[in-house]
């Protein structure tokens, strides 16, 4: 009986995957009953070049694009410059993944005698066909510009915290700040095929962040990581697609431009297309080592390991909706209990893309939202030592990416972020405004 | 072989197949440039564009000669220049729309672009050396009897049998050999030299002069236009090779990440002024490049965003460095 429900469970997961593969072709009767008439016509007059444009139109229309290249194919072979030809067959192609036969259509639809117009578009395609067949592939995306925040110094929302288990009240000096700080931040991606029949590829990914505060310099802040591994297909026959990533990583934070952390760990995800759905499971662990200073004299009793369990769920929803939503649970290790705590939340986002015909270009906007439960082990004698720390955080926020050239955009977001805390010490509330021009290649 | 398949087809009848799976016309000559010839139980027949092609026939194509088979089913056999094929094989249900073909390539080349018997009960083309079963596909064969047979995959999967035994071909644009100077080769990425051959060797040679003349002028001006633009410090062809993984999932560039799949649209929009010329205005523009079927999924950011500092932003006990801190807290980084 178990072996049954196992083997159900891992046919309907080929099935979704399967799904997944090829083009769907539409069930629409109507369409349908047309494209079989359309067929039966073709098989009696197939030399109708016309009627053969008309059935591949409807077939692509279906999205059965080996039968629309099959009577493109057809019309191109008894008239080898019908340019426009050349180009719907490279284009439906694409659409198969047949790359290399999209490249050989789309030379011939950029014949010097081709249409302008036919050439351009067959040269948009061809630049992109390259790229993607290039065995190794960089990729970099970064920002630069200013960032404005409310609560800079992440204090608490009232001047009434906890101290040694009694109320008291912050001096001046550590009550909210505003403050502007300009930043730069980075990621950047090598993906490299093995080129074997199973699709495995080595990837790599640097990723930084670097502020420096105008007034506030002690919360300068910067953050590197770098993970590396293989990118491994499980079963490529019985679960097309399916792949695992183990990886390694390592990475540091500053503080006040002094260390404040470093950690090196390991990781592994999953990646599951079901259908139009790619689901990522993954669970990290890293080894965290905090560094003690005049100003953290007890950050090191934070040191341990930190394990993070996830899945991101992400897909597209027509016209030009992306979505994903991400759960995960953690477990914070650490020397002193008061430091150690688990944390559970989501972050969730959707990103709309929109055309600017006057630029030509298509810019993003994408709102997000996230929660985030934290609950410490043991209380913190220093703060209250009969009550422990909950916190509940929730994240709000939108950000427009804005394209003005291949290369160069404007990026903004905007994001609320709103902690509730059992201790006054931690409950804040910080708004943040951040912009600046952003570079890709 | 004809009496064999006959028996076969009889026995479906038996089994219940509805009479129209039944028909001694498989096909029609789509295209033929500029003769081909069917042979079957009588006599060899010229084949004209629409002569019909029937099951158990042998098709010839001469020197000069290319041939389009279009199959009830809509597959599609582009038969090149000194090529020769039987359709062994033809079973096709219109109700329920499934069925199987075989076809055995003795000489030459050919390309197959599946329909409903290559994505129900399956395809199968042979050649004197191998067996190739085409799973819901796009393939180019060719053989001789010195160099043996070439398989390249263009979409779907295709099993390889052969002396070796069995191999599957299960990504698009691998090939591999089979039997004479070609055994043993493969499966690896065809190369571009042999894509060009393959279409050379599908059309007519004085088509395939013409289409090799374009090739190079077109390769020519691409060059020369990358070298212009790498000199004005403009994306080139060879620069412009960001991760086609990441492009393909661009959900990886939702909110605090850049999207790298923007390089397509970037594309799609320089071509904007150009869609005019599109002949199926159905198709999508290059800005929805779409995920290739077989795609590979991408890295998913590394499985995560997260900074080493996890909830390092709720570990400081002064409460100040919260917000500076926290940057790895949730792996989007939207809090940076």
């Known amino acids: 009986m178990r072996h049954r429900l196992w083997f159900g469970l891992a046919m309907w997961l080929a099935a979704g995957s399967a799904a997944a593969q090829l083009a769907p072709i539409s069930d629409d009767p109507q369409l349908r009953a047309d494209h079989d008439a359309l067929f039966a016509r073709v098989l009696k007059a197939p030399a109708d070049a016309a009627l053969s444009r008309r059935y591949a139109e409807l077939a692509a229309r279906m999205g059965d694009f080996e039968a629309g290249i099959g009577a493109l194919e057809r019309v191109v072979l008894a008239h080898p410059d019908d340019w426009a030809a050349h180009l719907a067959i490279g284009e439906m192609y694409v659409r198969l993944g047949a790359l290399e036969l999209a490249r050989s259509a789309f030379e011939r639809a950029s014949a010097v005698e081709a249409p302008e117009a036919t050439r351009a578009r067959a040269a948009a395609f061809l630049i992109e066909i390259e790229r993607r067949l290039q065995p190794t592939g960089w990729s970099f995306s970064g920002q630069t510009g200013l960032r404005w925040q409310s609560n800079a110094n992440a204090a608490p929302s009232s001047p009434l915290v906890r101290a040694l288990g009694f109320d008291t009240s912050l001096p001046n000096t550590s009550l909210r700040k505003p403050d502007w700080n300009a930043f730069v931040q980075g990621s950047l991606r090598l993906v490299h095929d093995l080129e074997n029949q199973r699709g495995d590829t080595i990837e790599a990914q640097l990723t930084g962040y670097y502020a420096r505060q105008f007034r506030l310099a002690s919360l300068n802040a910067g953050v590197v990581e770098a993970n590396l591994g293989p990118r491994l297909a499980l079963e490529p026959d019985l679960l097309p697609g399916w792949s695992v990533r183990p990886y390694l990583l390592a990475s540091g934070v500053t503080l006040g431009d002094a260390p404040f952390a470093h950690a090196v760990g390991a990781g592994v995800t999953l990646a599951i297309p079901l259908g139009a759905i790619l689901v990522e499971p993954g669970y990290e662990m890293h080894r965290r080592i905090f560094h003690t200073s005049s100003g953290m004299p007890t950050a090191a009793e934070s040191n341990g390991r930190w394990h993070n369990g996830f899945v991101t769920v992400s897909g597209t929803l027509p016209p030009g909706l992306r979505w994903f939503a991400r759960l995960q649970a953690s477990r914070a290790e650490a020397r002193a209990d008061r430091q150690a705590h688990r944390a559970h939340g989501f972050d969730a986002g959707v990103a709309y893309g929109f055309a600017v015909p006057s630029l030509g270009r298509k810019w993003t906007l994408a709102p997000f939202v996230g929660w985030t439960h934290t609950r410490y082990d043991a209380p913190d004698p220093l703060v209250d030592p009969l009550r422990r720390r909950r916190d509940r955080e929730w994240r709000l926020g939108v950000s427009l990416d804005a394209p003005v050239s291949d290369r160069l955009g404007f990026g903004i977001t905007v994001q609320l972020v709103n902690n509730r805390s059992t201790l006054p010490n931690y409950a804040r509330r910080n708004v943040s405004v951040s912009f600046g021009p952003t570079l890709r290649f | ?336």
Request: proline share 6%; hydrophobic share 40%.
């Open chain 2, 1 to 336: 072989m004809y009496g064999m398949v006959r028996a076969s087809l009889l026995v479906l009848v038996a089994a219940g197949f509805s009479a129209a799976a039944v028909a001694e016309t498989v096909g029609t000559a789509g295209a033929v440039s500029p003769t081909a010839k069917a042979r079957g139980a009588g006599a060899a027949r010229v084949l004209n564009v629409g002569s019909s092609v029937l099951y158990g026939e042998t098709l010839t194509t001469g020197p000069n000669g290319a041939l389009q088979v279009l199959f009830v089913d809509r597959t599609t056999m582009t038969i090149g220049p000194n090529s020769q094929v039987v359709i062994d094989e033809f079973v096709f249900d219109r109700v329920s729309n499934s069925g199987r073909m075989a076809a055995t390539l003795t000489r030459g080349a050919l390309r197959f672009v599946g329909g409903q018997t290559s994505h129900t009960g399956g395809a199968t083309l042979r050649t004197p050396v191998t067996t190739l079963g085409v799973r819901g596909g796009v393939a180019s064969v060719r053989h001789d009897g010195a160099s043996g047979t070439r398989v390249v995959n263009h979409f779907g999967r295709i099993s390889v049998a052969g002396p070796e035994g069995e191999t599957m071909l299960r990504r698009s644009g691998f090939a591999m050999g089979v039997g004479g100077t070609a055994a043993g080769s493969g499966p690896a990425r065809s190369t571009r030299a042999e894509v060009d051959s393959f279409a050379d060797a599908l059309a007519p040679p004085r088509v395939a002069a013409k289409m090799s003349a374009q090739r190079s002028a077109t390769r020519a001006a691409a060059q020369a236009a990358a070298a212009q633009a790498d000199a004005a410090g403009v994306t080139s062809i060879q620069s412009a090779n960001a991760s086609s993984a990441a492009a393909r999932h661009s959900v990886a560039g939702m909110p605090g990440q850049a999207s790298p799949s923007r390089q397509a649209g970037d594309a799609g929009s320089r071509a904007g002024a150009a869609r005019q010329a599109a002949l199926l205005p159905s198709i999508a523009p290059p800005e929805a490049f779409p995920a290739p079927p077989q795609a590979f999924p991408p890295a998913p950011g590394g499985g995560s965003g997260s900074a080493s500092g996890g909830n390092n932003g709720n570990n400081g006990n002064n409460g100040n460095n919260g917000n500076n801190g926290n940057h790895g807290n949730h792996g989007k980084g939207h809090n940076r």
